[in-house]
């Protein structure tokens, strides 16, 4: 019999806790709100290839809940065992506005779950055909606001549906800038960029995945973004604040992973952990770019949830404003 080296054998031994202790855990399941094919759906499948090398191997699964605007998968989250093998990608509409927005929640967001870490960030592009922008000499959003404030209810801009946060972010804007604009809900932001290309419509509010492209190739200009800041994957576009008319607006489109109020500390712990190994690679955030987001993480629980709740008056005062109400 071939006798191995001591040493080799004392590593197999003290290996082996690590490897049985990833074998017995249940897989790790991502709860998507979304169908599958979206930007949060490709967020998920990228955490997914990269989880397991952070996580003893444990293997991870998406779970794709959608509907009802994202409620229906969070409140899987909110509902399942508090055991650390549930997790949701839930997003700041859900967590802020939604309590909002609707007449009857199916979950107290305070009280049936708990904020692992914040994962992405990305905020509302305005865009406008670049062609048309050209014409009427929309260089930037003072520009653009000065010509809707000469053509009343003239410019027409598209917007994902009524209390959506384009939506929000469009009724956020017409009101800080007294401006008159036509808010235009859509279905899906495939047919807002198409229409806004034909001259339908003169302007698209929606996030960065649907938009980029269309810029890249030169058919699109992105007047601004929505968030305070300007967006680290698109640093040439300006924020709405830095036109004196909408100076402080700061909204951003944020993503957060959620587990369910009970799952203990230690757990909580061990995902926290994982998820900012994987969240603060260079290669994740270049995954990351094609998707519109900015790679994110909290620097711990406690941070993440704080996040939550000074988030929560903005997104208030957003529903307040466009008068919006889901259900």
């Known amino acids: 019999m071939t006798r191995l080296p001591r040493r080799t054998l004392l590593l197999a031994t003290l290996a082996m806790p690590a490897v049985a202790q990833a074998q017995s855990r249940r897989p790790l399941r991502i709860v998507v709100p979304f169908p599958p094919g979206g930007a949060v759906d490709s967020l998920a499948r ?25 409620l229906i998968g969070a409140d899987a989250v909110a509902k399942a065992p508090a055991d650390g093998t549930t997790i949701g990608i839930i997003g700041a509409a859900t967590l802020c506005a939604a309590p909002f927005l609707q007449t009857s929640m199916p979950f107290d967001v305070a009280r049936d779950l708990r904020a692992v870490t914040q994962i992405t960030d990305s905020a509302v592009l305005l865009a406008v055909n670049a062609q048309v922008a050209q014409q009427r000499g929309w260089t930037g959003m003072a520009a653009l606001l000065d010509w809707a404030r000469a053509n009343p209810g003239a410019f027409r801009v598209a917007h994902s549906g009524v209390a959506t946060v384009s939506h929000l972010v469009m009724s956020a804007v017409v009101a800080q800038a007294r401006v008159d604009m036509t808010l235009v809900p859509y279905r899906g932001g495939a047919q807002q960029a198409t229409d806004l290309l034909a001259g339908t419509v003169e302007g698209s509010a929606d996030l960065p995945s649907s938009l980029m492209p269309h810029a890249a190739a030169g058919r699109l200009r992105l007047l601004g973004t929505s968030s305070g800041a300007r967006l680290a994957l698109l640093p040439d576009v300006p924020a709405f604040a830095e036109t004196p008319a909408l100076a402080g607006f700061d909204v951003r489109s944020w993503n957060a992973m959620m587990v369910p109020a009970a799952t203990p500390e230690a757990e909580v712990a061990r995902l926290h952990a994982a998820f900012r190994q994987v969240g603060t690679s260079a290669s994740f955030a270049e995954a990351l770019r094609p998707l519109g987001y900015d790679a994110v993480t909290s620097a711990s629980p406690a941070a993440a949830a704080q996040l939550i709740r000074d988030e929560t008056p903005r997104w208030e005062r957003l529903v307040r404003t466009s008068g919006a109400t889901a259900g």
């Open 46 to 70: 990228v955490l997914a290839d990269r989880l397991p090398a952070v996580l003893d191997q444990q293997q991870v699964v998406v779970d794709n809940r959608s509907g009802g605007g994202g």
